[in-house]
Nanobody, 127 residues
C-alpha cells in the first residue's frame, strides 16, 4: 500500500526556517509529479511548490513555486531516499498552515486530483 508521511513541522518565529520531509513507501516518487500543498485555518487548499516526475535517468527536474513563497522555499526530491523535501526560509506568519505532500500522475492535474496525499504536518509561525 502506498503511503506518504510528512514530518518536520513545528513552531518557529517569524524569519526562521524549517525543513519538511515527505517519506514515501509503496511508490517511487521519481515516477510521479510531486507537490507540496498547504491549508491555513479557515482557508482553502493551495499549491506551494511542485517538481515534475524524474523520467529516465539524466532528465532534468523542473520545479515551480507559488508567488507567495518564491525565493524563500525550495522543493527537493532525493531519489535514493525516496523522500521529498521542502526547505522553508524567511518564514512569515502567513505561512502558518497544515502542509501536505501529494503525488500526481501529471504535473498539470488539478489540485485535488492527487493519487496519494499524506496526513500533513503543522507549521506555525509566530509574529
Amino acid at each position: 500500500e502506498a503511503q506518504l508521511v510528512e514530518s518536520g513541522g513545528g513552531f518557529v518565529e517569524s524569519g526562521g526556517s524549517l525543513k519538511l520531509s515527505c517519506n514515501a513507501s509503496g511508490i517511487t516518487i521519481n515516477t510521479y509529479a510531486m507537490k507540496w500543498l498547504r491549508q491555513a485555518p479557515g482557508k482553502g487548499l493551495e499549491w506551494v511548490a511542485a517538481i515534475n516526475n524524474g523520467g529516465v535517468s539524466g532528465t532534468t527536474s523542473t520545479t515551480s513555486y507559488a508567488d507567495s513563497v518564491k525565493g524563500r522555499f525550495t522543493i527537493v526530491r532525493d531519489n535514493n531516499e525516496n523522500t521529498l523535501y521542502l526547505q522553508m526560509n524567511s518564514l512569515r506568519p502567513e505561512d502558518t498552515a497544515m502542509y501536505y505532500c501529494a503525488a500526481y500522475n501529471y504535473l498539470w492535474r488539478p489540485l485535488n486530483d492527487w493519487r496519494w496525499r499524506g496526513q500533513g504536518t503543522q507549521v506555525t509561525v509566530s509574529s
